[in-house]
């Protein structure tokens, strides 16, 4: 289970980043005081356009990163005071994390799996079940460089998920994938829901988070600006699809922002 409340992070910003974002302003509130709920057997998905301040959200969930204010719970745990112990309950994958191309997806699971203290046994029963699963058996050896962005994306999956995690974040999971290798994704992340696990993804594809996500919160400019079930969002908003509904709260509130 995933509990954050009320977190906010400041960046500060260079001058170079300041005439980049052409702002007079030296800091970046990337996320503002958001709060949301991510429980047990259910996919939460976090929604925005680029920017919005989704990925810094995972990332102080994931504890690569410290709130400025506010605090998560990651099974009960701290992300901050008891940061070690939510990194042995979760797996975040991230499109900026590559795997080290000199290396076989092989190679690079049972290196990250004796990270985790998991024995010869144990690595070889998940290796097989995930491999086989997302197709990467017949390219085990090969170094990561050779093989497509697909098969790169899988591995990166499988590797992420050594472990049997109890929580599984991923940031944009199919972003530049193509339609197959998308849904062999989406249809995995299914399965850990039926498992029982708590699942946290950022997306901008709306129909990806129609037809996956059991809550949907919408992040625009660092605020949470609603969250609940799809057929929340909708009546809430008087939309019939969720994109729809998107564009009527990103007028609405950069109508307020201005």
Known sequence: MIV???????YKLSKKQMMEQRTKKNIKRAVNELSLTAKPGEIYGLLGPNGAGKTTALRCIATLLKPTQGDIKVC????????????????????????????????????????HGQDDKTIQERREKLFNYFGIKEFEDKKIEELSTGMKQKASIAVSLVHDPDVVIFDEPTNGLDIVTARNVTDYLKLLKKEGKTVIISTHIMSEAEKL??????????????????????????????????????????????
Do not use: W
Request: charged share 30%; with cysteine.
């Open 76 to 115: 009960e745990f701290d992300t901050v005071k008891d940061s070690e112990k939510v990194r042995k309950k979760i797996c975040f994958l991230t499109n900026e994390i590559k795997l080290d191309p000199q290396f076989s997806p092989k190679y690079m699971f049972n290196f990250f799996g004796k990270l």
């Open 213 to 258: 996500c059991d809550k949907i919160g919408i992040i625009i400019n660092g605020n949470k600006v609603i969250d609940g079930s799809l057929e929340d969002i909708l009546s809430s908003t008087h939309t019939e699809d969720l994109e729809d509904a998107f564009f009527e709260l990103y007028k609405l509130h950069n109508k307020e922002e201005a």
């Open 4 to 10: 954050v409340n009320n977190l906010t992070k400041v």
